[in-house]
């Protein structure tokens, strides 16, 4: 099926594995250009492929590596996407991270990294990308959660990391909102490795099932797609997604 958009650029964060690699794949799919950035090249190399395989008319997917702790890393990345597309028109931040456990047996370390990708990591995003998508009257799509709005046991920091997205899109909604629109898509449990990162194994025993019978990806990335395809009709500001009877 042919995008009913023109062929739109797109850079992407964390697009590796999980939701990042299926909205890759989608976008691709639907003829946009998209310059997906992650840490392990590898990975992104087999995304591509897989992208590449379903692609139609200007669809491709650019991998490049990326760490998006690194701020000059993320303006040289941009900048590239932008002389390779010639512009930039939508920007999808989606790096991110969690690690469950209770707050008196939390590690610090867990905490700060939390922070510095799911916050600052998006904030870098953000700033660098901006001023292009202000040229374009583009569009930034978030990915919250529904922790942007409620907060669950043993996971109070990350809550708190995904309170902070969902702000920053209203943000960018309240600031910018005659020269681009802002979409925080915030899901329920999505069925990816996400919740692996917890190292505590009661709390890996005791959440795995909810996230093996969650949302596929793909639903998530038809969202952003949704998003994308909303324009000149209307902004979806933000959507909240949950797993059947959920």
Not at 69 to 98: H, S, T, W, Y
Not at 205 to 218: A, I, N, S
Request: charged share 15%.
């Amino acid at each position: 099926m042919e995008s009913p958009l023109p062929s739109k650029s797109v850079f992407l964060t964390g697009a590796s594995s999980g939701i990042g690699a299926a909205i890759a794949r989608l976008l691709v799919a639907r003829g946009h250009r998209v310059w997906a950035t992650a840490r392990r090249m590898d990975m992104l190399e087999a995304v591509a492929e897989e992208a590449a395989a379903g692609a139609q008319g200007e669809g491709r997917m650019v991998p490049y590596a990326l760490d998006v702790l690194d701020p000059a890393a993320q303006q040289e990345a941009v900048a590239r996407c932008v002389a390779a597309f010639g512009g930039l028109d939508v920007a999808i931040p989606n790096a991110g991270l969690g690690v469950f456990s209770p707050m008196d047996q939390a590690d610090l370390a867990d905490w700060h990294t939390m922070v510095d990708v799911n916050v600052k990591g998006v904030l870098t995003t953000l700033h660098v990308c901006l001023p292009h998508l202000i040229e374009s009257s583009g569009l930034v799509v978030q990915i919250g959660s529904v922790a942007s709005r409620m907060v669950f046991p043993n996971s109070g920091v990350y809550c708190a990391t995904k309170h902070a997205v969902l702000a920053m899109g209203e943000a960018i909604r309240q600031d910018l909102k005659s020269q681009v629109a802002s979409t925080t898509i915030c899901p329920g449990a999505v069925d990816t490795s996400f919740i692996e990162q917890t190292r505590d194994p009661s709390l890996l025993d005791q959440y795995r099932p909810g996230f093996k019978q969650g949302m596929q990806p793909e639903f998530v990335a038809l969202q952003v797609l949704h998003a994308m395809e909303a324009r000149g009709q209307g902004v979806i500001s933000d959507i909240t997604i949950r797993p059947d009877l959920a």
